[in-house]
């Protein structure tokens, strides 16, 4: 298993990975199907995002394939540059290897080097596992977002989370 950093030419393999991110769980935000994205649209966001000192987006690749990825997205202002909003999806054929951890020693690693000081992410109160992982990986509770999402018909609490680096 290679972790590495995106490149403009992975973008057909990480939409594809998405969407099978949205059809196999929940705790991802986009629904089935909801995903419209192109693959030229793709490209021209991992390009733009990847001419950003403060943003990357770390996958996981397996003879060829795209198994699962972490994104940093850092903000734009002053204020707020040393700041990344971080998403993570893995499929659930490679769940429970070992790539979470990867993923965040990786993010950890670049996080510190391109000068990030906070990273931010949001999990569904309900999603024990993730939330276990996050606090394992140096992350706090810092308040609940109340009805945060609608998932199958019903509301859904979500924790927000950061960690302070170094």
């Known amino acids: 298993m290679i972790i590495r950093s995106i490149r403009e030419d992975d973008s057909g393999n990480f939409l594809r990975l998405c969407q099978q991110l949205d059809q196999e769980t929940q705790f991802m935000l986009f629904e089935p199907g909801e995903r419209t994205t192109t693959v030229e649209q793709q490209r021209q966001r991992t390009q733009a995002m990847l001419s950003e000192q403060n943003q990357n987006i770390f996958v ?95 509301y859904v609490d979500g924790f927000y989370m950061a960690k302070i680096l170094g």
């Open 60 to 154: 996981a690749e397996q003879a060829g394939q795209l198994v699962g990825f972490l994104g940093a997205f850092g903000e734009s202002l002053q204020r707020n540059r040393h700041c990344a909003y971080i998403v993570i999806g893995i499929l659930q054929a490679f769940a429970g290897q070992g790539l979470s951890t990867q993923f965040f020693q990786a993010l950890d690693e670049w996080a510190l080097q391109h000068g990030l000081h906070r990273l931010e992410l949001t999990v569904m109160c309900h999603n024990a596992q993730a939330v276990h992982l996050y606090k394992k990986m140096g992350f706090q509770i810092e308040r609940i977002k109340q009805d945060s999402l609608l998932v199958n018909g019903a």
